[in-house]
């Protein structure tokens, strides 16, 4: 009996971005794939929803709004003049949709953790099991995700400075935390995009929105991503994840799912993930595929209750919002500072100095708004002259692309350090 035909051309009503159409049947079915649906269960801001309630929004919802901002691009571009067929429209907005798939849990959290290989390379490495899924469909996409196709301008689109990622996420996650200063005029720098020499550049009258959007950016690092109290957060959930990891080594009992088992008992290098090697009956990016948000909050649960001191006390803290005390500074503490908040720790509630160390955390976060010796934004003035966007614009882009350092100092708030 023959299966009625699949209507794939849906449309998603977007909180942020409002109707956004799936015109493509392949984008259609990389979001039915199980490695895009896993997306779902992984939080775009990481354990930021501890500070802002409402940011529980998702990598999957952002990767949807991409593509909507990359169609949008691409006709904006194209009424300009700019040649882009649509097989390469296709093949970009593909590229873009799958550009996070490779995210561990709670997004970039917990990437050097559980891992040692970077969330891109893990993206890509997914690519290529999809394009072989796929037939080759994706090779286009590919091509273009890695910056190995012809036309430049097509991987700025997904990469750069100025691509649809940032677009998204700054909107995204101003609107799902309620920090105002993040909104940005997409759909005017949408319309402002241009391209000169296989180049993606902006449009001389988009230069105010582009100097909006950078702001914004350098705002939304300060008050959003790099928060102290996040920065808290996150540095409490690695320490519980490496305790866990360590005890596992040591052969000690340590509850977690079957997914999280896997990567909690082997020590997992880039080389076994491009060759994808098999465990336990699975290939490793199968296993990858499979471990999501879910796979560490449940685990944490049971750990609140586990006979080891550490990873207890470190799990309970975190369930009940508990977090370490966090101050930011223009200069790293002292050794003296830190040997004194080691002692006390030992002290007052581990009594094991080798264990000290997990309830302090010490390092440094930077915030650079705009990289211009990476990568510039080149604006195109009426007479057909390319300017970078800090010779075009009265804002001194030079102190905004400074990259700004501050010191964190983490640990119990009980902690009587007089």
Not at 28 to 34: M, S
Request: aromatic content about 10%.
């Amino acid at each position: 009996m023959k299966q009625p035909l699949l209507n794939k051309k849906k449309i998603i009503n977007d909180p942020v971005l409002g109707f956004i159409n799936l015109q493509s049947e392949l984008v259609f079915d990389l979001v039915e794939h199980p490695y895009f649906q896993r997306l779902r269960r992984i939080k775009q801001l990481g354990l930021s929803y501890l500070v802002f309630p409402g940011a529980n929004h998702t990598r999957f919802e952002h990767a949807i709004g991409t593509t909507h901002l990359m169609r949008q691009a691409i006709s904006a571009l194209q009424l300009k003049g700019v040649k882009i067929s649509e097989k390469e429209a296709e093949a970009v907005t593909v590229a873009i949709l799958l550009h996070d798939i490779g995210h561990a849990p709670f997004s970039h959290v917990l990437e050097n953790t559980l891992v040692d290989i970077s969330h891109e390379e893990i993206s890509i490495l997914l690519m290529n099991e999809l394009n072989n899924h796929f037939a080759g469909k994706l090779d286009l996409a590919i091509e273009i995700f890695t910056n190995k196709y012809k036309k430049r301008f097509l991987h700025q689109l997904v990469s750069s400075q100025l691509d649809m990622d940032r677009l998204d996420y700054l909107s995204r996650d101003s609107f799902f935390t309620g920090v105002v200063e993040g909104t940005i005029g997409i759909e005017r720098i949408i319309k402002m995009l241009n391209v000169w020499n296989d180049q993606l550049v902006v449009d001389e009258k988009g230069i105010y929105s582009i100097e909006k959007f950078l702001i914004s950016r350098r705002l939304m690092y300060w008050q959003v991503y790099l928060h102290k109290t996040v920065v808290s957060a996150e540095f409490l959930l690695i320490n519980v994840l490496k305790r866990a990891k360590e005890l596992t080594a040591l052969r000690t009992p340590v509850f977690a799912t079957p997914t999280l088992n896997i990567f909690l008992t082997q020590k997992l290098t880039a080389k076994q993930f491009n060759k994808n090697e098999e465990i336990k009956g699975k290939s490793i990016l199968s296993w990858y595929s499979l471990l999501d948000d879910n796979d560490i909050l449940v685990s944490i649960k049971e750990w609140q209750n586990h006979s080891d001191f550490t990873l207890s006390f470190l799990a309970k803290k975190l369930l009940n919002r508990e977090l370490f005390k966090t101050t930011l500074q223009t200069k790293p503490p002292t050794k003296l500072l830190k040997e004194k908040i080691l002692s006390k720790i030992t002290e007052q509630i581990t009594d094991n100095e080798h264990l000290s160390d997990y309830f302090l955390m010490t390092g440094e976060i930077t915030n650079s708004a705009y990289n211009y010796r990476d990568e510039s934004i080149k604006v195109l003035g009426k007479n057909g002259k390319l300017k970078e966007i800090g010779q075009a614009s009265d804002i001194n882009f030079a102190e905004l692309g400074k990259t700004v350092r501050k010191y964190y100092l983490c640990y119990p708030k009980e902690l009587d350090i007089k």
